[in-house]
């Protein structure tokens, strides 16, 4: 589920707080058995990497590990923070009348990606 996480330069991605070298640790986190741990983690990981519902750039290399997370063990929060990194930081953007177009950095496509092709994840929560 968290194949190549360390392979990735952590260091040169930015949250809303600076590098993202704390990231695989809460990945690691949001991961394991532990649930106030992965509850914690994921507060602290939605914080740096969708920070008042702006993405930042480091949501990026973290998307994937997060779709992977949510295919094992989807809870309804993760599912939300997708959803929201999904739609440039919050679904609020779209809901609210914005194109997603106009609020997407380019540079946040990938993210915009990951969670597109992650549909039958959030299809299967909507019984």
Do not use: K
Not at 11 to 18: F, H, L, M, R, V
Not at 22 to 51: W, Y
Request: aromatic fraction near 6%.
């Amino acid at each position: 589920m968290l194949q190549g996480l360390d392979a990735i330069d952590w260091s040169s991605w930015e949250t809303a707080y600076g590098p993202a070298t704390g990231v695989p640790d809460q990945l690691r986190a949001i991961a394991g058995d532990d649930v106030a741990a992965a509850r914690s983690a994921l507060d602290r990981l939605e914080s740096s990497v969708n920070h008042q519902g702006l993405a930042s750039l480091a949501a990026v290399p973290t998307t994937p590990f997060l779709v992977a997370i949510g295919r094992e063990r989807p809870t309804p929060r993760l599912v939300r923070l997708l959803a929201d990194l999904g739609c440039a930081g919050s679904h609020a953007f779209v809901a609210g009348g914005e194109p997603l177009s106009d609020t997407l950095l380019p540079e946040l496509q990938p993210v915009r990606d990951a969670v597109a092709g992650a549909f039958d994840l959030f299809a299967g929560l909507l019984d």
